[in-house]
C-alpha cells in the first residue's frame, strides 16, 4: 500500500505561482513513477506531469511545459510541482499519482494504482 498526501494549493493572481507538495508512505517506489494530474469542472481528469522515482527523467503537458517543474526528494518520499506563469485555465483539482510498477503509458491516469486526495488550484484576480 502506498499513501499519498498533497498540500499546497489554494488561491493565486495570474502570472502567480505555487509549489504543490505530494507526501508518500508505505512501499517504497524504488523502480516506480509519479505524476501530476488535474481535473476542471465538466471536464475529465488530464496528465499534467510525471517522474521516474530511480532515474529523475520528467514528462509535461504540453500547456505546462516550460511553466511547470516536477521534481522529487528521494530522502523524503516527496514529489513537487511548481508552477510558474499561473493562468486562469490551470483552475483545477489537482492529484498526485503513484505507479508502483514500470509503465511507459504514464500520461495515462489508468497506469498509475495508487492516489491522493487532490488540492484545489485556483488562478483568478
Known amino acids: 500500500q502506498v499513501q499519498l498526501v498533497e498540500s499546497g494549493g489554494g488561491l493565486v493572481q495570474p502570472g502567480g505561482s505555487l509549489r504543490l507538495s505530494c507526501a508518500a508512505s508505505g512501499r517504497t517506489l524504488s523502480s516506480a513513477a509519479m505524476g501530476w494530474f488535474r481535473q476542471a469542472p465538466g471536464k475529465e481528469r488530464g496528465f499534467v506531469a510525471a517522474?521516474?522515482?530511480?532515474?529523475?527523467?520528467?514528462y509535461y503537458a504540453a500547456s505546462v511545459k516550460g511553466r511547470f517543474t516536477i521534481s522529487r526528494d528521494n530522502a523524503k518520499n516527496t514529489v513537487y510541482l511548481q508552477m510558474n506563469s499561473l493562468k486562469p485555465e490551470d483552475t483545477a483539482v489537482y492529484y498526485c499519482a503513484a505507479l508502483t510498477h514500470y509503465s511507459v503509458y504514464l500520461r495515462d491516469p489508468t497506469s498509475y494504482n495508487y492516489w491522493g486526495q487532490g488540492t484545489q488550484v485556483t488562478v483568478s484576480s
Open positions: 517522474i521516474r522515482w530511480s532515474v529523475g527523467k520528467t
